[in-house]
């Protein structure tokens, strides 16, 4: 999940999953906007070059142009909604990573993004965290989403860090 927003940090395409994906072929892989509107960039599958005979230097630039390819896609996504859909784009990357799950792969879901949400099911601007009962919030989300997450490791970068001017977090703010 790319948070593709206004506030979130300019994405940081060698992080560990993303720089090692070129060279795990056979593996599926999607790309998804968390913005209002949450949607499908890109999705493909890494190539196998191992029946090709090419040398390791050979095979290794070919890795490196997917990378390349694989996070040029991820930079220059553009954002379709000036909101941000955090819980329809997670819903909509379990729902991509079930389409394609096998039993030899591992079933990751990297987010990146501030965990910051505008719409939608968790809409941070209509009811501020500081207002709310988080316990309570979190069990009445869990409840609504419905969106069934076991066997999938969860990789957050980004939670919490956003980008711009921010009014400083009064005392009740920091402590939820």
């Known amino acids: 999940i790319v948070g593709n927003c206004n506030n979130?940090?300019?994405?940081?395409?060698?992080?560990?999953?993303?720089?090692?994906?070129?060279?795990?072929?056979?593996?599926p892989y999607a790309?998804?906007?968390?913005?209002?509107?949450?949607s499908l960039i890109y999705e493909d599958?890494?190539?196998s070059f191992e029946d090709k005979g090419y040398t390791k230097n050979m095979l290794s630039r070919i890795q490196n142009g997917i990378q390349a390819d694989i996070s040029n896609k991820i930079l220059e996504?553009?954002?379709?909604?000036?909101e941000t859909d955090l819980a329809s784009a997670l819903d909509l990357s379990v729902r991509a990573i079930r389409s394609k799950e096998t039993d030899d792969l591992s079933n990751?879901?990297?987010?990146?993004?501030?965990?910051?949400?505008?719409?939608?099911?968790?809409?941070?601007?209509n009811c501020p965290i500081s207002t709310m009962d988080v316990d309570q919030s979190v069990a009445a989300l869990i409840d609504s989403l419905k969106i069934d997450m076991s066997g999938i490791n969860v990789v957050f970068y980004y939670l919490g860090d956003v980008r711009g001017d921010q009014t400083a977090l009064s005392a009740e703010e920091n402590e939820k």
């Open 8 to 27: 979130n940090p300019v994405m940081d395409c060698s992080i560990d999953e993303l720089a090692y994906l070129s060279k795990a072929a056979g593996s």
């Open 31 to 38: 790309i998804i906007s968390a913005d209002g509107s949450p």
């Open 45 to 47: 599958v890494v190539p």
């Open 77 to 82: 996504a553009a954002p379709n909604d000036p």
């Open 108 to 125: 990751t879901l990297v987010i990146c993004h501030t965990g910051v949400s505008t719409a939608g099911a968790i809409n941070m601007v």
